[in-house]
Nanobody, 116 residues
């Protein structure tokens, strides 16, 4: 049973924007204790937390992003989105969603490539 499915990645030039989407199974999405997060993994690097959103809608993005990314949840669609603006080559990575404590099987992720 697929519990998360990421989409929306692609190639973009520096300074461009992308919006990623993660479809979450309804039973997980509706769990009042589940904070959902986006993670990313660049080649030869560890997977890192990028942003999180609680069931109440409280958000957190890692400070190094300097406000360029915004996480949100759509309760009607049971999805988590990540709006990424002013993308930089260092943002190139495969992006995944999961609970903040990484409790779900990892999905396929979606590749984001930022280059000129």
């Amino acid at each position: 049973q697929v519990q998360v499915a990421e989409s929306g990645g692609g190639w973009v030039q520096p300074g461009g924007s992308l919006q990623l989407s993660c479809a979450v199974s309804r039973d997980i999405f509706n769990d009042q204790y589940t904070t959902m997060s986006w993670f990313r993994q660049a080649p030869a690097k560890e997977r890192e937390l990028v942003a999180s959103v609680t069931t109440e809608g409280t958000t957190y993005e890692i400070p190094s992003l300097e406000g360029r990314f915004t996480i949100a949840r759509d309760d009607a669609k049971a999805t988590i989105t990540l709006q990424m603006n002013n993308l930089k080559p260092d943002d190139t990575a495969r992006y995944f969603c999961n609970t903040v404590f990484r409790r779900l099987p990892w999905g396929q992720g979606t590749q984001v490539t930022v280059s000129s």
